[in-house]
């Protein structure tokens, strides 16, 4: 099979590195296909592009690296929901903070492990709305598209939100909205920039939210242990009026909506299949530090 292409790095750098031609530029002849499982999507693109009388080209750059992959990856887990939200979740009761993490936890582990297979065999533009398309059905991937659109403009606005209530704490005479504004202003600049350049933006971004979190874990231990604050508390709370289910079981449903907020994220490893260097092996790397 002959495929014209105008250039034979296009399909050599979108990762598939099991291919072995003799040829290069125009008139490229694909002579042998490896075994690792993934000669069925280039096939397929192939076909595809084919079909159209056009070239195969990539749309996006594929310029993340190993390590801009897997700490977007944990960065992603790691927001406002975590870091603000835990509060609202404890109010029903540690009982029933615990029983809705954990089954969320449970789903968000089926789900990246099915994500990241998926995502490492077709590092395509779209990641799961694309999959949603080509194996269920094209209005299941108009609806996912649109859904994760709303999603994601609603948590913006949240995390918006949720930058201005620490500062405007040490700074009440601004105005609330200008700090919300102002990270719109810095989130618009960081997606304009170079691939490169957002993955280390996103890099540095998760290293501080991942140290953050590690403190407040040692912190947290030591307060309860009586190590600082002079009370030993441990399981107190367990036992503290209500508790562990200050709600009862409406409780535990409403710290369902907190828990899935709190983990969403972890899919952009999926997102990012599409542009980082080597998705054969960096996608299957960060699926494991997610899960």
């Given at each position: 099979?002959?495929?014209?292409?105008?250039?034979?790095?296009?399909?050599?750098?979108?990762?598939?590195?099991?291919?072995?031609?003799?040829?290069?530029?125009?008139?490229?002849?694909?002579?042998?296909?490896?075994?690792?499982?993934?000669?069925?999507?280039?096939?397929?693109?192939?076909?595809?592009?084919?079909?159209?009388?056009?070239?195969?080209?990539?749309?996006?750059?594929?310029?993340?690296?190993?390590?801009?992959?897997?700490?977007?990856?944990?960065?992603?887990?790691?927001?406002?929901?975590?870091?603000?939200?835990?509060?609202?979740?404890?109010?029903?009761?540690?009982?029933?903070?615990?029983?809705?993490?954990?089954?969320?936890?449970?789903?968000?582990?089926?789900?990246?492990?099915?994500?990241?297979?998926?995502?490492?065999?077709?590092?395509?533009?779209?990641?799961?709305?694309?999959?949603?398309?080509?194996?269920?059905?094209?209005?299941?991937?108009?609806?996912?598209?649109?859904?994760?659109?709303?999603?994601?403009?609603?948590?913006?606005?949240?995390?918006?939100?949720?930058?201005?209530?620490?500062?405007?704490?040490?700074?009440?005479?601004?105005?609330?909205?200008?700090?919300?504004?102002?990270?719109?202003?810095i989130v618009v600049t960081i997606n304009c920039i170079t691939v490169r350049g957002y993955g280390e933006a996103e890099f540095w971004?998760?290293?501080?939210?991942?140290?953050?979190?590690?403190?407040?874990?040692?912190?947290?231990?030591?307060?309860?242990?009586?190590?600082?604050?002079?009370?030993?508390?441990?399981?107190?709370?367990?036992?503290?009026?209500?508790?562990?289910?200050?709600?009862?079981?409406?409780?535990?449903?409403?710290?369902?909506?907190?828990?899935?907020?709190?983990?969403?994220?972890?899919?952009?490893?999926?997102?990012?299949?599409?542009?980082?260097?080597?998705?054969?092996?960096?996608?299957?790397?960060?699926?494991?530090?997610?899960?």
């Amino acid at each position: 099979m002959v495929v014209n292409l105008s250039r034979y790095g296009s399909l050599r750098h979108s990762g598939y590195d099991d291919i072995d031609s003799g040829k290069t530029g125009q008139g490229l002849e694909v002579e042998e296909l490896g075994t690792t499982g993934y000669n069925t999507p280039i096939v397929e693109e192939v076909s595809l592009e084919i079909e159209r009388g056009g070239e195969l080209k990539t749309e996006l750059v594929r310029g993340l690296s190993q390590r801009c992959v897997s700490f977007i990856a944990l960065g992603g887990v790691i927001g406002s929901g975590l870091f603000i939200g835990t509060g609202t979740a404890l109010s029903a009761g540690p009982g029933s903070a615990l029983i809705a993490y954990s089954i969320v936890s449970v789903i968000i582990y089926f789900t990246m492990t099915s994500l990241g297979e998926l995502a490492t065999y077709l590092p395509i533009p779209g990641s799961f709305n694309a999959y949603g398309t080509r194996f269920v059905d094209p209005a299941f991937g108009f609806a996912l598209s649109w859904n994760y659109w709303l999603n994601w403009v609603s948590t913006v606005a949240y995390e918006a939100g949720a930058v201005a209530i620490p500062i405007s704490y040490w700074l009440p005479q601004v105005n609330f909205a200008v700090w919300g504004i102002s990270l719109m202003a810095i989130v618009v600049t960081i997606n304009c920039i170079t691939v490169r350049g957002y993955g280390e933006a996103e890099f540095w971004f998760a290293l501080i939210k991942i140290i953050a979190i590690c403190m407040f874990i040692i912190v947290g231990i030591a307060v309860a242990a009586g190590g600082l604050g002079g009370h030993h508390y441990g399981f107190e709370m367990w036992r503290y009026k209500k508790a562990p289910f200050v709600s009862g079981f409406g409780g535990v449903l409403n710290t369902f909506i907190q828990a899935g907020f709190s983990m969403q994220g972890s899919e952009l490893v999926g997102v990012v299949a599409a542009e980082s260097q080597r998705p054969a092996k960096l996608i299957p790397r960060a699926t494991r530090q997610i899960v």
